[in-house]
């Protein structure tokens, strides 16, 4: 099976998957205790009408299974098909409409985009700190062995994995923020807008001051998964070094810095790769936290407020979202293992 076939299967298989997300999660946005509507007036100016008013607008007053099928988009394919009380407007999910937004009265998607580039700056700034860090300081606990520099990256790793990020956000704001005061906690800059808008003389300054307020929060994020990775990364190199064509090619004289870089690294990435594919996804998770602690408008926060406020739509736009990546994140990954290794093939038995 090649590439394209392979990727069109995964495609594939990824559609019920996706239903499946969109179904657990329109049910537990649903029972879940509360209104909505509570949220949107106060007590002062609560009247039957207006109440009715705005179910009506949001679809509340519809039954539950009808509410899903306009959710999914299914109404507007039983109103072209002229079944009465169905949409007559392409809306839903199948035609990439995720709803409007109760609380904040605007279109989910628009509210995603303008929440998504501070993510994916912590986020992808957070992964980049990661591997820069894990990746050589696993290759070099595995060549020492047993040896100071081996203790002292488990020991580090072990601080890692069992220390949460929040945690860790809240420790640097103190001693880098509160007590020597020399980095910023918080009032993220974008690199994306103009220098003026900050009053900064130029684009270098305002660079400058985009690494200086991300530094911490790409800390505190990363450094769960800096501990992961380079678990792994030790653990993998470990097992390639003891293996028989290591052996080989020593007994044939080859330089331990070919066998490293040529023999050893290569096939020891798959288990990284694996790693890093699943945990950059699942990684948003942890920015929910890591911009809630650093006040960083991104969509971390606008998860945490539609959670607050019952947001149905846009708490099932942002779920429904994540959830795509994710599943994409694990084709990506699938892929990547037969460029690293040729003996992987596309889904082919043997």
Known sequence: MGLLKYTIYR??????????????SFL????????????MISEQLASEELIAAIEARYGLDEPL????LNYIGFSWFLGLLGIPGFADAPT???QGD?????YYERPVSELM????????MLVLSAYAFALVCAIPLGVIAAKRRNEPTDHVSRIVALFGVSTPSFWIGIMLIIIFGVWFGVLPTGRMVYPWRDPVFYGYDGHLELWYQTARHLFLPMVALGTLQMAVIMRVERSSMIESLQSEYVRLARAYGVSERTIMRKHAFRPSQLPVITLIGLNLTTSLGGAVLTETVFSINGMGRLIVQSIQTLDYQLILGTTVV????????????DIAYA??????SYGEEH
């Open 322 to 333: 994540l959830g795509f990546i994710f599943v994409i994140g694990v084709i990506i990954t």
């Open 339 to 344: 460029y690293i290794d040729p003996r992987v």
């Open 113 to 120: 985009l303008t929440r998504t580039p501070p993510t994916l």
């Open 65 to 68: 299974w009808k509410q899903f």
């Open 92 to 94: 839903g999910l199948l």
């Open 28 to 39: 537990l946005v649903n029972l879940s205790p509360g209104d909505p509507v509570d949220y």
């Open 11 to 24: 495609l594939l298989q990824a559609i019920p998957v996706m239903f499946g997300i969109a179904v657990i």
């Open 98 to 102: 995720l709803g409007l937004s109760m």
